[in-house]
């Protein structure tokens, strides 16, 4: 990780999105749209499932490693800039080729993200889209969507024992497991652990098949008795993510020389994506579809002959 000084960070920042002077003024004034970092009250020592509280001192020292993240800046860039017609839907998701296409280090992303993911500060979730394909997250925005998942199923009328496993997906399980996957026994165990009361609650089949059937978990395709954490409503956006990627490089293909300065792209009209085309522009490069070139009229964005 980096030393955390801005000159050092918007040198391994690429320039496509955002340019030096954007990355200043986030810097220093924050990031539009964004919500105070989440609390970290289920802290752990190393090697121990005991619980401990974090001193002050601590909890400073966790903030500016934090902020001192390449990736983690540009997580919060990403998430500012999530288009307004998908958050309409669905709360701010981030891809791992986006993060390769503004932080020109993808070893530090890899190693920044899961740094990130074990102190619970970013939740991972399986793409169905391809085998590399991650959404990421904040920990907050996604217990902020478990919280509007069991608004929804109590205005439709769902008993009251059943609504309260909501409340234990995420203080309970979410709390503590950071992976992406979860089994079916450690669902049953951490869902049931009042750690609080020292007890354990009764938790039923019912209890997983809700937390299923609102989407929160899917079932792993080959682990048996295994799901994949997973964002409800997010099945349009998958969709969205899919075509936009094929229009735009059909855009592309079907030019002469396949290649667009990057305000021309922009402006296109995508018809099947709730996703604008800047998301799409960043997803690309980070997968190594298209490449940016700069010239003297403006960047220009080129597809990759595999």
């Known amino acids: 990780m980096n030393d955390g000084s801005p000159k050092k960070r918007r040198r391994t920042m690429m320039r496509l999105y955002p340019d030096e002077e954007e990355l200043d003024a986030l810097e220093q004034h924050g990031y539009p749209h964004d919500e105070p970092g989440p609390e970290f009250t289920d802290m752990t020592t190393p090697g121990s499932d005991e619980q401990y509280a974090p001193e002050e001192d601590d909890e400073d020292q966790i903030y500016m490693q934090q902020a001192a ?55 991972v979730l399986k793409l169905p889209t391809a085998s590399d394909d991650y959404a990421f997250m904040l920990s907050e925005d996604y217990a902020a969507a478990v919280q509007q998942q069991q608004q929804m199923m109590q205005e439709s009328g769902t008993p009251v024992e059943q609504l309260q496993v909501f409340s234990w997906f995420r203080e309970r399980v979410l709390a503590r497991c950071s992976d992406n996957s979860i089994t079916h026994h450690d669902v049953l165990r951490q869902l049931s652990a009042d750690r609080k009361h020292k007890r354990r609650d009764e938790v039923t089949e019912q209890h997983v098949s809700l937390l299923l059937s609102c989407g929160l978990l899917t079932r792993h395709l ?85």
């Open 222 to 306: 080959t682990q048996k008795d295994t799901y994949w954490f997973a964002l409800a409503g997010i099945g349009p956006l998958i969709k969205s993510l899919v075509r936009g990627r094929k229009d735009l490089l059909g855009m592309l293909s079907r030019r002469r020389y396949p290649e667009m300065f990057v305000k021309e792209l922009e402006q296109k009209k995508l018809s099947q994506s709730l996703l604008d085309n800047r998301f799409h522009i960043r997803d690309l490069i980070g997968l190594g579809s298209i490449a940016k070139v700069d010239t003297t009229s403006g960047p220009l964005l080129r597809i990759v002959k595999h």
């Open 69 to 123: 993240s390449d990736t983690l800046l540009a997580l919060q860039l990403l998430r500012s800039q999530f288009p307004a017609k998908a958050r309409e839907v669905i709360v701010p998701f981030m891809l791992r080729s986006q993060l390769y296409s503004l932080v020109d280090n993808r070893t530090l992303v890899d190693r920044e993200l899961d740094e990130l993911r074990r102190d619970r500060v970013v939740r």
